[in-house]
């Protein structure tokens, strides 16, 4: 896929979608009073500067959006580091499509900037749609079309010629898995398949940036499992993508970033392991060892680091809790080594993705 330099796209390909393009979903109802704009909850921690913007994927600075009375995006700033795939999460109404459409061009800044790969979508807007791809949460598609049909007419779109249309089809089928439903009308595909002909369609002119509007939107286990080893494939290739999704258990497993928008603001923004190792009681551990330690409870719960200690079940897994800090993290694994038992992993707990997003995010319709 890397090989792929189609020519200059026109502005912005045919596409019979009504919609990213459907109106804000974030928009509130008609005769909201500006009460309706909400101040942030405080911050989780101090804003650090951002890099050059010409070293990020995404840049976005002091970003707002407003939808008559209502404040859909508010001085928002964050990042995504190319080759990354990272995040992009919030409830109902946070303001998660209204970024989408201002990064992909669909909305124009009202205040604030936003660069892709250094080039500003204002003011380089045809430069911004070559190196991107943008599949929204629901799309039409021709359905009377047959996949080769229908991807290529899109690759025409974008200006490729007849033998570099048939080559990147090619491509994109055998990246999507679709080759053998190349001559299959869109009509008589399953969901999941439609989803991955959608993903084929925004590959055709190669972007660097993928932006993925809920992409597992409807999808069954086995589906949602074979598009995730699709994305960390194109990772691996050095695309950046950037992924809305609601599974957030399949976003802490997929994604090395994440970004947590809520009412508007930015509650979250930087590497995920980061936000998963927060914790301000304890920091807690598990410890397992290969066979039966008689006592070992009671011996670590003896040690002067340890704060709580408890067998998992009936497993052979320990969880031990300890002051936070890396000066007594280091303490705890020298005072477990220093118990002299075999050791088979002793590894920092994470919480889960869902317990952050419920501690950073408000209750409340939007």
């Given amino acids: 896929m890397n090989d792929i330099t189609p020519p200059v796209p026109p502005e912005s390909p045919a596409d019979p979608s009504p919609g990213p393009g459907g109106g804000p979903p974030e928009q509130a109802p008609g005769g909201s009073s500006s009460a309706d704009r909400l101040e942030p909850s405080p911050p989780t921690s101090e804003p650090q500067p951002l890099p050059p913007s010409d070293e990020a994927a995404i840049d976005v600075r002091d970003l707002s959006h407003r939808f008559g009375n209502h404040m859909a995006v508010d001085r928002v700033s964050f990042q995504v580091t190319p080759r990354s795939l990272h995040g992009f999460v919030g409830p109902n109404g946070a303001g998660k499509t209204t970024v989408l459409k201002l990064i992909c061009t669909l909305l124009k800044p009202q205040t604030g900037s936003v660069h892709v790969h250094g080039k500003d979508v204002d003011r380089q807007t045809k430069d911004v749609r070559r190196q991107i791809g943008f599949m929204p949460d ?79 939107s409807g999808l069954d286990p086995r589906a949602r499992i074979e598009l995730m080893e699709i994305l960390r494939a194109l990772r691996q290739m050095g695309k950046t993508i950037f992924i809305s999704s609601h599974i957030l258990s399949e976003l802490a497993e997929l994604c090395d970033s994440v970004t947590i928008i809520d009412r508007g603001h930015i509650r979250y923004s ?75 992993s002793f590894q920092k707990e994470l919480r889960h993705l869902n317990e952050a997003f419920m501690d950073l995010t408000e209750q409340g319709v939007r």
């Fill in 270 to 344: 930087g590497a995920m392991r980061d936000l998963l190792e927060q914790n301000s009681d304890a920091a807690v551990y598990r410890l397992s060892v290969p066979e039966e330690q008689p006592g070992l409870e009671e011996r670590l719960l003896a040690l002067e680091e340890v704060v709580s200690a408890e067998r998992i079940e009936e497993s052979l897994e320990f969880r031990i809790s300890c002051s936070p800090g890396a000066e007594s993290d280091n303490r705890l694994l020298a005072a477990v080594l220093g118990l002299e038992i075999p050791i088979e």
């Fill in 138 to 216: 629901h799309f039409s598609m021709y359905r009377q079309m047959t996949v080769t049909e229908y991807l290529d007419f899109f690759a025409a779109a974008y200006g490729l010629n007849t033998a570099d249309r048939h080559r990147v089809i090619g491509d994109v089928l055998a990246l999507t898995d679709m080759d053998g439903r190349r001559d299959s009308l869109i009509s008589g595909l399953s969901r999941g398949m439609q989803q991955r002909v959608g993903l084929a369609r925004v590959l055709v002119n190669d972007p660097d940036l993928l932006l993925l509007d809920e992409p597992a």
